[in-house]
């Protein structure tokens, strides 16, 4: 994809830029791993339970939504949360505090005993710990990992989302083995695993040190220097530590020069009337936008329902189809983070994956408008109709590999690293209010998108383009819009949006590496002059003496 990566940095190879060797060290991957892994509905008892067996294909659809769709209702409360308690508290803590929601929200949803409004609210409450995740993970993430890697940590959260997928899709499967559908515990036990995994972050968090850059806008820059250099592997003193501390300090003071301490409405101000900062939400909300509804979280959320479609028969193939279906994407997101998002660039990566969505989703509409659909439990393809659905199942996967190496990844990864640090949080948690309200629409609108047009649906087919044509358009949007970061600092991001702003995603790299390289140049000379000054002034001591 044009504007690429320019020379982002490859974590395999020892050159790291200026980023001294000692940074990348056991202490960032024990942060990286424990804020990383913040990333059943067909269960025969679970209907019988909550009477679901006694709709009819409609009505199943429309609860079916519902359940699904109240996490995402209590995410954008969540994400609206997480940027008052990142600011307020620190990003340590509203990591505990969400944990806590999180298992509680999910104990009460366990404990449902057939109440649909007790499902509801234990979704919801689960929601709003669930949603302060992707805010706080990948701000925590992207400020504390040195420039040449910042891809990479980042995007040990996207990767680890499909960890929890792959699990749970997993023991889905295995429990429908294993767990007769007429216990309870063929829907508990796979639940229980997000108890497990907020338990574990739970713990984890008391193991790592608050971020650098949050107590330097706090004032507390002795403490953010020891948290530096502590996560950097480096002395206080060190030269590099120094230099970041310094660099977090210049952007923050000009940014509250820029706004002259106005308060509350003056970083609303900041955020909406200045144009580089406007530019920035428009690249989130509208990446949100195009990544949410082209397609791949749908089929993630109703995995089983698509591949019946697509005629795997039986309530276990369809589970192990759907675990496959983890697998490839906890494969195409750690191949993303490991080979790709630092080593060719932002941009390439997200152009790559959408190329593979595109043609995904093409063959999966053009199956399901060629072959009718099998609709009685004893129907069959017959032998050339049945290597075509063979071809479908594939690019369901490759449809799974797509998003998670393009969209997925960079969604969060811009998120966290575009915005200056007075307004990173805000920021954050706005695109990230918006990205679960349009993934409740899409929960909520696919299983009605998927009916008969005769039912007031768009068909299978008819969604499957849908899918098609917005995840096209994505791809013409990001290739004139998204500017490449890779290699730059936190704070150096900010020179990519002093350009204009229709040359940001196509130019934008190159002007803010000639900026850069400007500056460092000119902060070389001032270092030499300043060594020669000191020079002189001994020689000319030495000959008084």
């Known amino acids: 994809m044009g504007g690429g990566g320019g020379k982002p940095l490859n974590i395999f190879k020892l050159n790291r830029g200026d980023d001294p060797d000692e940074t990348i060290n056991w202490r960032l991957w024990f942060a990286v791993f424990s804020f990383g892994i913040m990333g059943t509905f067909n269960s025969d008892n679970f209907q019988r339970l909550m009477g679901f067996d006694k709709l009819d294909e409609k009505e199943y659809a429309d609860v079916q939504g519902n359940v699904s769709a109240m996490v995402q209702i209590g995410s954008v409360g969540g994400a609206a949360l997480a940027f008052i308690l990142c600011d307020r508290i620190g990003r340590l803590w509203a990591t505990r505090q969400l944990c806590i929601l999180w298992i509680l929200g999910i104990v009460?949803?366990?404990?449902?005993?057939?109440?649909?409004?007790?499902?509801?609210?234990?979704?919801?409450?689960?929601?709003?710990?669930?949603?302060?995740?992707?805010?706080?993970?990948?701000?925590?993430?992207?400020?504390?990992?040195?420039?040449?890697?910042?891809?990479?940590?980042?995007?040990?959260?996207?990767?680890?989302?499909?960890?929890?997928?792959?699990?749970?899709?997993?023991?889905?499967?295995?429990?429908?083995?294993?767990?007769?559908?007429?216990?309870?515990?063929?829907?508990?036990?796979?639940?229980?695993?997000?108890?497990?995994?907020?338990?574990?972050?739970?713990?984890?968090?008391?193991?790592?040190?608050?971020?650098?850059?949050?107590?330097?806008?706090?004032?507390?820059?002795?403490?953010?220097?020891?948290?530096?250099?502590?996560?950097?592997?480096?002395?206080?003193?060190?030269?590099?530590?120094?230099?970041?501390?310094?660099?977090?300090?210049?952007?923050?003071?000009?940014?509250?020069?820029?706004?002259?301490?106005?308060?509350?409405?003056?970083?609303?101000?900041?955020?909406?009337?200045?144009?580089?900062?406007?530019?920035?939400?428009?690249?989130?909300?509208?990446?949100?936008?195009?990544?949410?509804?082209?397609?791949?979280?749908?089929?993630?959320?109703?995995?089983?329902?698509?591949?019946?479609?697509?005629?795997?028969?039986?309530?276990?193939?369809?589970?192990?189809?759907?675990?496959?279906?983890g697998v490839v994407k906890f494969v195409a997101a750690i191949t993303c983070a490991f080979f790709l998002i630092d080593l060719v660039g932002r941009k390439r990566s997200l152009g790559i994956g959408i190329g593979l969505q595109t043609i995904s989703m093409v063959y999966v509409a053009a199956f399901l408008s060629a072959v009718p659909q099998l609709e009685a439990e004893n129907d069959r393809f017959t032998p050339s109709q049945q290597h075509a659905a063979t071809g479908a199942i594939v690019m369901i996967y490759f449809s799974g590999f797509g998003w998670a190496m393009g969209w997925n990844s960079i969604q969060y990864l811009i998120n966290a690293e575009i915005y200056p640090l007075r307004i990173r949080a805000i920021c954050s948690s706005m695109v990230m209010c918006f990205h679960f309200v349009n993934q409740y629409g899409n929960s909520r609108a696919v299983p009605s998108m998927l009916l008969a047009t005769s039912e007031g649906g768009m068909s299978p087919q008819g969604t499957f383009w849908f899918f098609a044509a917005v995840t096209a358009i994505g791809g013409v949007w990001a290739w004139f819009f998204i500017p490449e970061c890779a290699g730059l600092s936190l704070e150096k991001v900010d020179a990519l949006f002093k350009t204009r702003w229709w040359q940001i995603g196509r130019y934008g790299s190159k002007f803010a590496r000639d900026e850069v390289a400007r500056e460092n140049q000119v902060e070389k000379e001032k270092s030499e002059g300043q060594a020669e000054q000191v020079e002189f002034a001994g020689d000319v001591g030495g000959q008084r003496v």
């Open 108 to 325: 009460i949803f366990l404990t449902n005993n057939g109440r649909l409004g007790q499902v509801y609210a234990g979704r919801f409450i689960a929601g709003l710990g669930i949603g302060q995740t992707t805010v706080v993970a990948p701000v925590y993430l992207s400020e504390i990992s040195p420039k040449s890697v910042r891809g990479l940590c980042t995007c040990c959260f996207s990767g680890s989302v499909y960890v929890g997928i792959m699990l749970a899709y997993f023991a889905s499967w295995g429990a429908s083995l294993h767990i007769s559908d007429d216990s309870q515990n063929s829907w508990m036990v796979p639940t229980s695993l997000h108890i497990m995994f907020a338990g574990i972050i739970f713990v984890l968090s008391w193991f790592n040190r608050e971020s650098p850059r949050y107590l330097v806008k706090q004032g507390e820059t002795e403490l953010a220097i020891a948290n530096l250099a502590r996560v950097r592997g480096l002395p206080q003193d060190h030269s590099f530590v120094q230099r970041e501390i310094r660099d977090i300090q210049r952007q923050l003071a000009e940014e509250q020069e820029a706004t002259m301490g106005q308060g509350a409405m003056g970083v609303l101000r900041e955020i909406f009337c200045m144009p580089n900062n406007a530019y920035r939400i428009y690249l989130g909300l509208c990446s949100q936008l195009l990544s949410q509804w082209s397609g791949a979280q749908s089929i993630t959320i109703y995995a089983p329902d698509m591949f019946a479609l697509l005629g795997t028969k039986g309530q276990n193939e369809k589970l192990f189809a759907t675990a496959i279906f």
